[in-house]
């Protein structure tokens, strides 16, 4: 596998540090969310009880205002009321449980497939970083050892030539603009070289430098692309 920079982080290390930096903002999103929601659930569970009760005491209340002395059906009654408004509470929050666990497990699922997909591109983009990479130092070789007089050099620099061109167009899903931008320069680069067109004006510390360009900005991507996901509305 190749490196960018010969004292810089790889781009084996630079996928493994991104990777690590998903999956440790998605833990935080989702111990976040469940924290919140099952604050969210306990205020309201809270707030339903005192609720209750309160129209438990008023209700109480007027019933005993308005209760004959001995009235059998007013003790029956004063009896199953409480019984009667804890059952409906029961079945209230178990259906409000279940709503939130729904939802909790739906966000999880989220959150998972989420990381799923952003860690295969980040995996994708590196194969084709890195592979661009490749084709960058092939293609110099080629030129640098290229004799004019030569055909089997000649051809061996043009097919380096039309494979960075070719890699470069097929793979742009997974490039930004400013490295697929950096990879058309380099190619131009090298087909104005007066080793490959006789009207060429570059020269091979130009195409030097093109190629440092690029290897800059994949490397700063690979090290800048991973940021703390945005917290989806819900």
């Not at 199953?80 to 409000?96: A, K, Y």
């Not at 742009?172 to 090298?190: P, Q, R």
């Not at 009207?199 to 800048?224: C, F, H, P, Y």
């Amino acid at each position: 596998m190749a490196n960018i920079g010969p004292t810089s982080p790889s781009m084996e290390q630079l996928v493994a540090s991104g990777t690590r930096e998903i999956i440790t903002s998605v833990e935080n999103q989702t111990t976040a969310i469940l924290l919140r929601n099952r604050e969210v659930f306990y205020e309201f569970e809270k707030r339903i009880t005192d609720n209750i009760q309160r129209s438990e005491q008023s209700v109480i209340a007027r019933l005993e205002n308005t209760k004959a002395p001995e009235s059998k059906t007013w003790q029956l009654l004063l009896v199953l009321l409480p019984s009667v408004l804890t059952i409906f509470l029961g079945v209230f929050v178990w259906m409000l449980q279940i709503k939130t666990n729904q939802k909790i497990d739906t966000n999880g699922k989220q959150v998972s497939t989420r990381l799923a997909l952003s860690e295969e591109y980040y995996k994708r983009q590196f194969t084709v970083y890195d592979n661009a990479y490749k084709r960058m130092l092939q293609l110099l070789t080629a030129v640098q050892n290229l004799n004019p007089t030569e055909t089997k050099t000649k051809t061996e620099a043009e097919n380096r030539l039309t494979q960075l061109n070719l890699w470069s167009q097929t793979n742009g899903l997974y490039m930004t603009k400013d490295v697929s931008d950096g990879l058309s320069d380099v190619w131009f680069t090298a087909t104005q070289l007066p080793q490959l067109n006789l009207k060429g004006t570059t020269d091979i510390g130009q195409l030097k430098a093109k190629n440092s360009a690029v290897e800059n900005k994949m490397r700063n991507e690979m090290l800048g692309n991973v940021g703390p996901l945005r917290e989806e509305g819900h």
